[in-house]
């Protein structure tokens, strides 16, 4: 697979895990005003339908992805259209060489964009327990934000693109760990709590008690 191609599907993966109708939209705006040539394979992108409900869908997701809890269910939703729109993606714009590898691109690129979206899903339910709504925009906004640079970097800098996917992968795994072992010592420190209540409940023994 060219090195091209490789940068190209990293970065679209990635960010299909953050926004994927952004991405979509923005491949497809890139295509149609020929600012930036796609894979042939992603020429479809471009037609009017496609990107018409690309960009209503993402206004749909950046109003859902700025309210508290909302954000958490939508990104419920698209566990699983997420990783699998960028392997359809990626299958698609390296279509034109050998199966095999059309079908590693698909792999790696559900694989990246499952990535992205756990820790677009751990860092919201995690800004979701604060009360003001302040952190939850700016990191919608942030996401969005990458998404866009992301795939306009892949379509025009697609080497450049696969290096900083690299990096921005392994900030990732770490966000994901960090809410990981955050669920699991707030999970231990509730069931010591609802110990103790129960110990403190159960009513002790007393000379009244005794037969």
């Known amino acids: 697979m060219p090195l091209e191609y490789l940068g190209f599907v990293l970065g679209t993966s990635f960010a299909s895990g953050l926004n994927l109708y952004a991405t979509v939209a923005v491949a497809g705006l890139l295509q149609r005003f020929q600012i930036a040539a796609l894979p042939p394979g992603l020429d479809v992108l471009a037609h009017p339908l496609v990107l018409g409900l690309a960009l209503a869908l993402f206004v749909v997701e950046f109003l859902a992805d700025k309210i508290p809890w909302v954000d958490t269910g939508w990104d419920a939703i698209h566990t699983f259209i997420r990783p699998l729109a960028a392997s359809v993606l990626a299958f698609s714009a390296v279509g034109g060489v050998s199966e ?14 499952l990535t992205s979206h756990g820790a677009k899903a751990s860092t919201r339910a995690a800004a979701n327990t604060s009360p003001e709504p302040v952190s939850n925009w700016l990191l919608s906004l942030a996401e969005d934000a990458v998404a866009i640079a992301l795939t306009w970097m892949a379509a025009t800098h697609p080497i ?15 966000v994901i760990r960090t809410f990981y072992r955050y669920l699991t010592r707030l999970r231990a420190r509730i069931g010591s709590m609802l110990g103790r209540t129960s110990a403190a409940a159960q009513p002790s023994s007393g000379p009244l008690d005794e037969p």
């Open 100 to 113: 095999p590898w059309s079908i590693a691109a698909a792999l790696l690129a559900g694989s990246v964009a």
């Open 160 to 174: 450049l693109t696969a290096a900083i996917v690299v990096v921005l992968l392994v900030v990732a795994v770490w």
